[in-house]
């Protein structure tokens, strides 16, 4: 399975932007989904995830509220729309994907896209 994250970009805190991750797979509605964020010298940090089998979503604290993770099986995509941005969400956001695992730790992710930046200006 191959990933393309897309829509990161420059935005002024408060503002909203919708990230999009397209899979390769045919099979996509079989695959549970995860986002992550890496800012510069830190540690990559869960977002968010999707679980293929009932849909159901999760959020990090920091995030809940704010964003939201959605999928188009038909369309191959996962998305996340993040509104009321704040600096503290700059950084490099990461799409994975995994048939079985849906949560919080990047390692247990088989597939994962190449980034997308995100900077939010104050």
């Known amino acids: 399975v191959q990933l393309q994250a897309s829509g990161g970009g420059l935005v002024q805190a408060g503002g909203s932007l919708r990230l999009s991750c397209v899979a390769s797979?045919?099979?996509?509605?079989?695959?549970?989904f995860g986002w992550f964020r890496q800012a510069r010298g830190e540690e990559r940090d869960w977002v968010s995830s999707i679980n293929w089998r009932d849909g159901s979503t999760y959020y990090a604290h920091s995030v809940k509220g704010r964003f939201t993770i959605s999928r188009d099986n038909a369309k191959n995509a996962v998305f996340l729309q993040m509104n009321s941005l704040k600096p503290d969400d700059t950084a490099v956001y990461y799409c994975?994907?995994?048939?079985?695992?849906?949560?919080?730790?990047?390692?247990?992710?088989?597939?994962w896209g190449q980034g997308t930046q995100v900077t939010v200006s104050s």
């Open positions: 994975a994907a995994d048939k079985v695992y849906h949560g919080t730790i990047p390692e247990s992710y088989d597939y």
């Open positions: 797979a045919s099979t996509l509605e079989r695959y549970s």
